[in-house]
Nanobody, 124 residues
């Protein structure tokens, strides 16, 4: 069982930055695949970033967002720079405990555990 708790969301102006945190318990974050997803109002939950032995990003955030982890604190971060109004969404942390020898999961079905989400609002 893995429990995930996100924090760090809030209201920010366009061009600003936020750092989201995901605190994990039950498994070490360096032993599972950790991902960030987001869901805007009226839209499906979409992949944002994932970290395993490497990192991967959806095209719309590449170069602006950075996913990282602190193994000692068992935390995963999502640093978001140059935020845009279209980044407004509820952001979810997710963990996959499955083996992925040939890649990383980039769909919701690839993840086994989810946090409750943290809301990010970017004003124009």
């Amino acid at each position: 069982q893995v429990t995930l708790v996100e924090s760090g969301g809030g209201l920010v102006q366009a061009g600003g930055s936020l750092r989201l945190s995901c605190a994990a318990s039950g498994r070490a974050v360096n032993n599972v695949v950790m991902g960030w997803f987001r869901q805007a109002p009226g839209k499906e939950r979409e992949f944002v970033a994932v970290i395993n032995w490497s990192t991967y990003y959806t095209d719309s955030v590449r170069g602006r967002f950075t996913i990282s982890r602190d193994n000692a604190k068992n935390l995963v971060y999502l640093l978001m720079n140059n935020l845009k109004p279209e980044d407004t969404a509820v952001y979810y942390c997710a963990a996959s405990v499955r083996a992925w020898p040939n890649g990383v999961p980039r769909t919701t079905s690839g993840y086994d555990y989810w946090g409750q989400g943290t809301e990010v609002t970017v004003s124009s």
